[in-house]
């Protein structure tokens, strides 16, 4: 039997030891999932470095020679389609230093529940850490290290996770003229929400 912990039954910012971000990277492929812990704030730069973070620890090793890749992401949030620095971000961090062909592919509000990352990572972390007071960094990464499934057919799950001690300031801005050096090319269909960032002629 589960020996119940007490709690409150709200929760409150200046009882708090600390705040948690995560941002998930997903590898359907693999069936792999890595959880970056920020202590800060939730930016795009953020999101950004935990892809990259990503792309250096473990997708140059399992796709070596790949040029192209395909980022699916929320409408909103630090990935949304609306901050300019998520997508200059990429392309300065991402495109151009590794030479990839970015594409990234927006889902429409509503409709992020589509998203594998949802109902193959962060329901299963979320299942696992069920009724267990999230109350240190320590508590987080062992339940998200610790979570698995196994499927019927191909390997199960599993997830790396990270914290991540840098400090995120909101209000970062990206000027127009930042904006025009992008490699930056909409698609046919919904160019606002799905778009290719290729690496730039160094």
């Known amino acids: 039997r589960k020996k119940a912990f007490e709690v409150g039954d709200h929760d409150f910012r200046q009882y708090a030891e600390g705040i948690a971000i995560g941002y998930g990277v997903y590898d359907e492929q693999a069936n792999k999932g890595f959880m970056f812990v920020g202590i800060h704030h939730d930016t795009p730069a953020f999101a950004v470095d935990s892809i990259v973070k990503w792309w250096k620890q473990a ?13 699916l992401a929320d409408a909103g949030g630090s990935n949304g389609y609306r901050p300019r620095v998520w997508k200059y971000e990429l392309q300065r961090k991402l495109c151009d230093p590794y030479g990839l062909c970015v594409m990234v592919c927006h889902y429409p509000p509503g409709a992020s529940k589509w998203n594998p990352i949802d109902h193959r990572l962060f329901s299963a972390i979320s299942n696992n850490w069920r009724g267990i007071p999230l109350n240190s960094y320590e508590t987080i990464l062992k339940y998200m290290r610790r979570t698995t499934t196994t499927p019927e057919d191909g390997p199960g799950l599993k997830v790396k996770a990270t914290l ?10 990206v000027s127009d003229e930042q904006m025009s050096q992008l ?19 160094m």
């Open 59 to 71: 997708g140059l090793k399992e796709y070596p020679g790949r040029k192209k890749l395909l980022i």
């Open 164 to 173: 991540v001690r840098k400090r995120y300031q909101n209000g970062q801005k």
């Open 183 to 201: 490699q930056l090319k909409g698609h046919d269909t919904f160019p606002q929400w799905n778009y290719t960032l290729s690496p730039r002629k």
